[in-house]
């Protein structure tokens, strides 16, 4: 088994921060009703066990959407300059 984790899933980060940092892993916390939005201030542990699942499964699973393939760096929302965050919104979900 895989035991080498991505930095957000050994980092101690919320599902919340989790879900921000990349995108694809929200599709997941979705796939088990986990909240990762205005409930998102919980840890893998606490998630997992409230979606009936183990951690390892979830963190697994988290992992390999990771490495399936590389973020597009025009995805990357956490480390886009701010003026390429704000057009983005602003196109993406203007007027």
Do not use: W
Request: with cysteine.
């Amino acid at each position: 088994m895989n035991t080498t984790h991505t930095p957000e899933v050994t980092g101690g980060l919320t599902v919340g921060a989790i879900a921000a940092g990349d995108y694809r892993k929200a599709a997941i916390f979705g796939k088990y009703n986990i909240d990762f939005c205005c409930g998102g201030n919980i840890t893998l542990e606490e998630a997992a066990t409230q979606a009936g699942i183990t951690t390892a499964d979830l963190i697994a699973e988290l992992d390999a959407v990771t490495q399936s393939s590389a973020l597009p760096a025009e995805k990357d929302f956490i480390n886009q300059e701010v003026d390429t965050l704000i057009r983005h919104i602003v196109l993406t979900h203007g007027e």
